[in-house]
C-alpha cells in the first residue's frame, strides 16, 4: 500500500524550544496550550472513568471546555491546569483575556472551573460560585494540613452529581 505523504507532519520540539527560560513568547504559549490539550484529555479519562457522560462544543468560541452530563444536570466546565508553584501553592490562572486584558469567569459563563494540579495528580472540581471575581487561584500541596481555601474541593467530583445545587 502507497503512503499517503499529504498529510502534515508533527514537527519534531528542538532542545532550544523545551529547555525552561530559553522559550520564545510563542513557544511558551505553545507550549502551556498542549498542556491545556493534555489536561483536557486527562479531564476526559477522568470524568469517563466515574461515569459522566461529556459533550465537547465545536471550535474555541465558548468559555467552557465541555459539558458534563450528571444524569440530572448539565453542567459548562473549565478545565486549567498547572505545574507552577508560588509562594509555597500552586497557581491555577482562573481567567479568561479579552482585548488583552484579564476578566475573571462569570456564572453566565461557566458552572465549575476545575483545576488539574498536574505534579499531585489532583483535581479540584470548584463551583463558579466559590471564585467569583477571582482571577488568580493558590492551592495547598497534598500534605498540607491546613488544605487551604480550596481544601474541601479536592476530588470533589460528587458537587457533578447533584442537582440543582
Known amino acids: 500500500m502507497k503512503r499517503n ?3 502534515p507532519r508533527e514537527r519534531e520540539i528542538s532542545p532550544v524550544e523545551t529547555t525552561p527560560g530559553k522559550n520564545s513568547p510563542r513557544q511558551r504559549e505553545t507550549t502551556t496550550k498542549r498542556r491545556g ?4 484529555l486527562a479531564f476526559i479519562l477522568k470524568a469517563r472513568t466515574l461515569g459522566f457522560s461529556l459533550a465537547k462544543p465545536f471550535g474555541d468560541s465558548e ?3 465541555f459539558i458534563v452530563d450528571s444524569g440530572k444536570d448539565l453542567w459548562r466546565i473549565q478545565v486549567k491546569s498547572t505545574t ?3 509562594n509555597g501553592r500552586y497557581h491555577v490562572n482562573s481567567h479568561r483575556r479579552t482585548n488583552g486584558n484579564v476578566v475573571a ?3 453566565s459563563e461557566i458552572d465549575f472551573l476545575v483545576a ?4 499531585e495528580d489532583a483535581w479540584f472540581i470548584l463551583p463558579i460560585q466559590a471564585i467569583l471575581t477571582r482571577t488568580s487561584l493558590l492551592f495547598c500541596f497534598r500534605d498540607d ?3 487551604g481555601l480550596y481544601g474541601a474541593y479536592r476530588e470533589a467530583w460528587d458537587l457533578l452529581r447533584e442537582a440543582g445545587r
Open 5 to 7: 505523504n499529504s498529510f
Open 84 to 86: 507552577t508553584v508560588l
Open 105 to 107: 469567569y462569570a456564572a
Open 37 to 40: 490539550e493534555l489536561a483536557e
Open 145 to 147: 494540613p491546613k488544605g
Open 63 to 65: 468559555r467552557y471546555d
Open 116 to 119: 488539574y494540579i498536574i505534579p
